[in-house]
């Protein structure tokens, strides 16, 4: 693949994923760069008459009212970038940093922050030399946008703290060295404009939700798979049902579990075995709609905040000024990210609920715990305990963080979003119910051994045969940890998706 051209207004989740987990590389659109150039003359004039204008010739937060002078404008700089340097915690995941790189890049392109080009190249170089700076997941409340982060990124691009080269950490400046890159040193305004904004809760919250896509079409797979092995009745996913109540998800669900169970001979009629299913069967289309419905909006959330100049004061080169403003607020995100977590959770409680009716005989007139050996051995006993624990987990994770605030800087800053912690809380969750889905997963397909006999759906067959590819029937106990980590990696890494739609279509 070509580079990914950065111009402000264009750039995709799918380009996000290529940068930060693929290594794609990154260029600016030229004229980009020229607006750029634009906004910062506007602000070189404003330094020439010496005017007071937040952050670029004034202190931050309570200290917006104390000027400082031209001869400290870089030492004001350096000092914000140092004393921002406070996060704490475990190292962000390598993704999430490339990413938020990319997209405080991008914002620069878009030509409002009032930066040198010189600022917009470190960020694009740092990228393609692959110098990833450390920076610690907590202390960002959302507002001004990610300070403490950002301020770390920040601080290994002027060559100090910490930072990755060659999939080593090291000292910055020694990072940047190899790299063939010199630390910057940041003019008015420059260290300002890399830490306001939302750059690290969207980055994991854009990568979220491309994992929560996985997860959805993942779902469908697997409940399509436990309802057939269960004998269960597909009449309730009839289109002119679902037309009734026509909510996106809930169209789009139904169609999906109408494909995957297509020329299945395991699927019965109302009468032939019951009447009708449990909810956690019948009611598919209407719960895994809902969170279809609650992604399709995170995702435009997240589609508009990439894209958006989220720094203060902005610079409006045709109008000649500045303006100082919130739009580093994480509001949007935070409350954004809280509704996917939610609904990504409700997709690990109703899959844990259908491995229960798997697991029990008195549900599925299968062989206890699915271990025809039940007693000497205890088959997928403990599975489910795992997926319980891990659904009760989501559970505490899926309370809001965006419903808190605690003010800050002398009562300056006084509400604040906390979208960096409903940030971190989903990406728990997201792992979690990839684990839930590949023991359903797993318990489906030997489900499918010891039950009825005949042919499957076009979809489930092909996860059913992509997983017995990589995992033999349980015939007798074993480790079972590595047949979990086995069946999630196919999930996490959409192989089961990409097999599937393959024979389906786009799910």
């Known amino acids: 693949m070509g580079p990914v051209i950065l111009n402000g207004t264009s750039l995709t989740l799918a380009e996000i994923k290529d940068v930060a987990r693929s290594g794609r590389t990154v260029c600016v659109d030229p004229e980009a760069l020229t607006r750029v150039t634009r906004s910062r003359n506007v602000l070189e004039r404003y330094l020439q008459d010496n005017r007071a204008v937040y952050g670029i010739t004034t202190g931050f937060g309570m200290f917006a009212n104390r000027t400082i002078s031209r001869e400290q404008l870089r030492q004001l700089q350096a000092n914000l970038i140092r004393s921002h340097s406070v996060a704490t915690g475990t190292l962000f995941p390598d993704d999430i940093v490339r990413g938020a790189m990319l997209l405080r890049a991008n914002t620069f392109a878009k030509g409002y922050s009032g930066v040198r080009p010189e600022v917009l190249e470190q960020l694009v170089q740092a990228l393609n030399r692959g110098v990833l700076p450390c920076v610690f997941e907590k202390g960002s409340l959302g507002a001004s946008g990610d300070l403490a982060p950002l301020a770390h990124m920040a601080l290994a691009l002027m060559g100090e703290g910490r930072a990755k080269f060659g999939g080593q950490e090291m000292e910055a400046a020694e990072a940047l060295k190899l790299a ?60 002119r049902i679902h037309r009734l109540r026509p909510h996106p998800g809930q169209l789009r669900s139904a169609f999906n579990l109408r494909r995957l169970l297509e020329g299945s001979e395991l699927v019965t009629e109302p009468g032939e075995v019951r009447v009708q299913d449990a909810y956690t069967l019948r009611c598919i289309p209407q719960v895994h709609g809902a969170s279809w419905d609650a992604l399709e909006y995170v995702t435009k959330v997240i589609e508009v905040e990439i894209n958006s100049a989220t720094d203060n004061p902005l610079v409006f080169p045709e109008h000649g000024d500045t303006v100082s403003g919130g739009n580093f607020h994480g509001q949007p995100i935070a409350l954004a990210l809280d509704f996917l977590a ?125 997983v017995r590819q990589h995992l033999p029937p349980l015939d007798r106990d074993r480790v079972l940890h590595n047949d979990v980590e086995t069946v999630r990696r196919l999930v996490s890494s959409g192989e089961v998706v990409r097999v599937v739609e393959e024979c389906t279509g786009k799910l």
């Open 180 to 239: 063939g890159m010199t630390p910057l040193t940041y003019e008015a305004k420059e260290g300002l404009a890399l830490i306001n904004g939302t750059q690290f809760m969207t980055s994991s919250g854009a990568l979220s939700v491309l994992d929560a896509e996985t997860i959805m079409k993942t779902a469908e797979i697997t409940s399509a798979l436990t309802l057939e092995v269960l004998r269960g009745i597909p009449a309730p996913f009839e289109d």
């Open 342 to 466: 939610i609904a990504v959770s409700e997709i690990a409680n109703i899959s844990e609920r259908r491995i229960e009716r798997l697991l029990n005989p008195s549900l599925s007139a299968l062989p206890a715990f699915l271990t025809v050996n039940g007693g000497l051995e205890s088959g997928y006993m403990i599975a489910q305990y795992t997926a319980a624990a891990l659904v009760s987990e989501n559970k505490v994770l899926a309370s809001p963080a965006s419903v808190d605030s605690i003010p800050v800087s002398a009562n300056q800053e006084d509400h604040v979003s906390m979208g960096s912690i409903s940030a971190r809380k989903l990406r728990e969750i997201i792992s979690n119910t990839m684990t839930v889905l590949a023991i359903e997963l797993m318990c489906g397909c030997q489900a499918r051994d010891l039950g009825q006999k005949g042919r499957m759906g076009v979809g489930t067959s092909k996860a059913y045969d992509l």
